[in-house]
């Protein structure tokens, strides 16, 4: 490799780029391990909300079925507590569903994402002394 200036040109011919200049805030190695030690303390819950949502809406559909194909003349009690059912499983299955999505979005960076980036800059100022 030969320098030539603010850049370096490997036999590749690839050019590498310097870092450009910015503000840096120093931290303590003992700050850097208890901030590692924390985040890798997340426990992300396995998200439920899914397989309920869609147990109470396959409730809800079969209720459905019930109330369209079920001939309630002298039976006024189970039309309105099939009604009743149909309606509860679906406001919450739907509502069930909500918050699963919402869940969701809350989960999409997971801490060991962050460990493994805190890992490679730990990496690049690794001084071989242990």
């Known amino acids: 490799m030969a320098g030539t200036g603010n850049k370096f040109n490997v036999s590749q011919q690839f050019e590498i780029v310097p870092h450009q200049k910015g503000k840096a805030y120093p931290i303590s ?18 998200n ?10 396959g409730a809800c559909a079969s209720c459905l079925i019930t109330i369209i194909v079920t001939d309630f003349k002298n ?10 059912f149909f309606s509860v499983s679906l406001l919450t299955g739907l509502l069930c569903l909500y918050f699963a999505k919402d869940k969701h979005k809350q989960e999409e960076i997971k801490p060991d994402e962050i460990i493994s980036q805190m890992e ?3 990496s690049r100022f690794e001084t071989g002394e242990g």
């Open 29 to 46: 190695v003992n700050e850097w391990v208890f901030i590692k030690s924390k985040i890798k303390g997340i426990n992300i819950e396995i």
């Open 48 to 57: 439920n909300f899914y397989w309920i949502g869609f147990l109470l809406l």
């Open 75 to 84: 039976d006024y009690n189970a039309k309105y507590i099939t009604w009743s």
């Open 120 to 122: 490679l800059i730990e």
